[in-house]
């Protein structure tokens, strides 16, 4: 028996009559309505996902702050929403898209290393939890911004803890030499900074060292490292009494060891729970990147003597994450192969005009057909959002999916809506 399914979640995605379902309903019949590519979320494995965490750190008191870059579709915001959620947001764009979603401010952390006087504006504007200033240069600017709306903002630092997340460079943030935070020794400016300023009250720590980290080790010393100094600038006293410990929890694209909801719960209890802090995670991926494929059409077999290449309709504009950084994503039949079917060798490839549009290279599939589709598994995550509209490609659509029910949550953004976007000059 072969397993190709192996890296889609069962509650969500299962072979059903010999065809691939996402919970209730078959994933060929979206495809008959709305065409190939598109994206296609289990509301039902984003809800498990979510419980999962939450059941973990609620008992250490740990606020959920999804960190919506990952995927941040109006539904899949009210989604977690209903459940409780806060969001991480990094601008204001994203804080548009939580408010529009019903999530107050005050369950909103403004994170990112270059938030503009504009979007500080509109963050203290909708009564944000905290912002998260990554320098002084972005406190000093927060100060004058909440002393003109006569306010006191909620500021965490955030804090590089020079820790190397052991993950892929492209994604690491906690190392001294990332833009990231702000230097542990830097901190001794603070006493004559905070002196100056007071239209902020510095009522927390931060720090996200990494996304994609598969392993607690450099988590565990990150969270030690910002307990030591929340406990030293209490000292001095800042009335520190929240930290943000972010996000960056890794899953299983190619079926790694997981770092599972108890490995993290573990993790925060033996280094900064029940400190009489306020604590917060920032989860992105590992909410969402398993609850999502992408579903591809094959457009062509292509024969190309020593080799075979699949050549989807979806590309690197649609998922640019292998493309990026390498990554992997498990390719699935739609159609269910026979339990003895021969595996041929396939590069699978898009229709882009560069050789980076390569999905993967030397995997083995059954023999394959021009018209059959395939999913593109655990693309939840970074995918959607990420997308764009290079070869004036549309923008593919998404579903979500809940038991038997499907419904598009973004439609396809055709080449004529994007033609409206432009404009020629009229002097032209
Ligand atoms: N908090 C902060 C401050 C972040 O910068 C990020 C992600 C997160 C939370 C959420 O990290 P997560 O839990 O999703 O790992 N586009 C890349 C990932 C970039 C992550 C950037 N920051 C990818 O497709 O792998």
Known sequence: MHDLSRRLPASAFRYQNGSLHCEGVALDAIADSLGTPFYCYSAGRLRERYRAFAAALAPLGVGIHFAMKANGNQAVLKLFASE????DIVSGGELA???AAGIPGDRIIFSGVGKTAAEID????????QLNVESFEELRLVDAIAARRGVVASVALRINPD????????ITTGKKDNKFGIDVALLDRLDNEVKALQNVRILGVAAHIGSQIMKATPLIAAYRRLGEIADDLKRRGLPIERIDLGGGFGIPYRGEAELTPASLATAIAQTVAGRGYHLAVEPGRTLVADAGVLVAGVTYVKDAGHMRFLVLDAAMNDLVRPAMYDAHHDIVPVNEPAADADLTEYDVVGPICESSDTFDKHIRLPEMRAGERVVLATAGAYGAT???????????????????RFAVIRRRIDIAEQIGWDQVPEWM
Do not use: Q
Not at 84 to 87: P, V
Not at 163 to 170: F, I, L, N, Q, R
């Open 84 to 87: 409780g959620a806060g969001t």
């Open 122 to 129: 509109a963050a203290l504007a909708s009564g944000v939890h």
């Open 386 to 404: 990420m997308s764009s509209t290079y070869n004036a490609r549309a923008l593919a659509p998404e579903v979500l999916v809940d038991g038997n």
């Open 163 to 170: 820790v190397d997340a052991e993950t892929h460079a492209k």
């Open 97 to 99: 898209r939580s408010l």
